[in-house]
DNA sequence: CACTTTACCAAACAACTGTTTGTTTTTCTA
DNA sequence: TAGAAAAACAAACAGTTGTTTGGTAAAGTG
């Protein structure tokens, strides 16, 4: 996961053109890396978009300040403009790797599993343990929402539907009651899940229980028996 | 629920003060409003209340500026500042008036009704038609986080939780299977819920049909009946 | 070793932010 | 109708915002 990602980002090629190659990489298949000549390698980019990832995650997009971001990583803020040309593509590396690194984590986690409710409930787990977890890189892909950054709202949002994606492929082999529409079914499901962002505070419930009960609501039926 | 609110907000007392009245009629019983001389009534603070709730529900609380609201009132920025002492005071109004509206709206809507599961299902209904139906001081008490204004993120929280209190004494009187978290049942419904806000576009869904379909996930199991 | 590239600093810019001030117009009241 | 209160205007202020510019030290390369 992490090393996926480094071989991504810390191309040494231009913030624009770094940021096309992520998003092929991401939609398309593969990208021929052709100035693969590894240059520079302790560069601070990486900490750069730790330090963001922390910051958006945290305050939010708008309420982040690339000052802010500027001092968390211990440079001054002109010079994050070396590596980014603007917040909005900060923003956009960061939540291009937020994505990749939940992809991957909940690829892997259900590619064992066969069953389909059994895959559901391991992604229902994997994904509030991780938004959860307090990984800045997953809250940002929760929280921050596109429409707060209008020029890359587009791939954005392209990049969140590309993780639901495999929500409607589990979602897709599960056996489901006639005339029960899937699609609404999800939204719901993801919905209550990402919500748990909001109200969650740890001692209460842990994610795992949090995964258990809502399957349950949804897989029997909350009602007792009847008499 | 416009006169009650007018009630209030109109009355010509300095800003803070009647803030203050707005928050006695919501988490108290009444108030003796003994300045009720009906000075002047065609004041611009409803207007305005509108022209902030439209923009904070459409852009966001910290992507609207003063500016923002004085030119969708038709006002000068400055001359806002004599009715709201501040733009979270402004934020306040609204989302308080959001609230008793809401809370107004739900509570007469299941009035008339015993059935404890009728009664959640006409609450989950109103609740989606409410915050969906472009309403945009339903919209506000969705959509802005408390965290943004931290100066009146409690009396934010506060007025929410009282509006979700319908809610936990309708799921209160259900009777749920045994060892069934009510709390955990209602954060994933609401969560839900709002969910939809997100998603929700004209033509697909009506939200009469997510309430229908949301209720019935709950209520049945999803899964087909055994072979 | 010269030299090009990389990465950063220091300082500023222009636009925008919420808000304040003093003044003027409008509205109500006696 | 005169005076007081209410409401809005006009203009600015002080701080913050994202960003740009020109310079400079360090690292990689021939």
């Known amino acids: 996961m992490e090393s996926l990602i480094k071989v991504v980002t810390s191309t040494p090629v231009k913030t624009v053109q770094k940021l096309k190659i992520i998003r092929m990489t ?22 750069l978009l730790n330090g963001a990832a922390k910051l958006f995650a945290t305050k939010g997009y708008k309420e982040t ?6 001092a968390e990583v211990g440079m001054l803020p002109g010079s994050m403009y070396y590596h980014f040309k603007s917040k909005q ?4 590396a960061v939540y291009t790797q937020a994505v990749i690194a939940l992809k991957t984590k909940l690829e892997s986690a259900i590619a064992l599993e066969q069953d389909p409710w059994k895959k559901l409930e391991i992604a229902i787990i994997t994904h509030v343990e991780t938004i959860l977890d307090q990984n800045d890189f997953a809250r940002i892909m929760i929280g921050v929402i596109p429409e707060k950054a209008p020029e890359i709202q587009q791939e954005l949002t392209a990049m969140r539907d590309s993780y639901e994606q495999i929500f409607i492929d589990i979602i897709d082999d599960i056996p489901l009651k006639k005339g029960l529409n899937k699609t609404l079914f999800r939204l719901m499901l993801l919905g209550a899940l990402n919500s748990t962002q909001i109200w969650f505070h740890k001692g209460a419930f842990t994610p795992v229980d949090i995964g258990h009960e809502f399957i349950r609501y949804l897989k029997t039926s909350v009602v007792p028996a009847e008499q």
Chains 1, 2 share one sequence.
Do not use: G
Request: proline share 3%; glycine share 0%.
């Open 26 to 47: 991401l939609t398309e298949t593969l990208v021929t890396d052709s100035s693969s000549k590894t240059r520079r390698s302790h560069s601070r980019i990486q900490p």
């Open 65 to 70: 300040t690339m000052r802010d971001i500027a």
């Open 89 to 92: 593509e900060l923003l956009l």
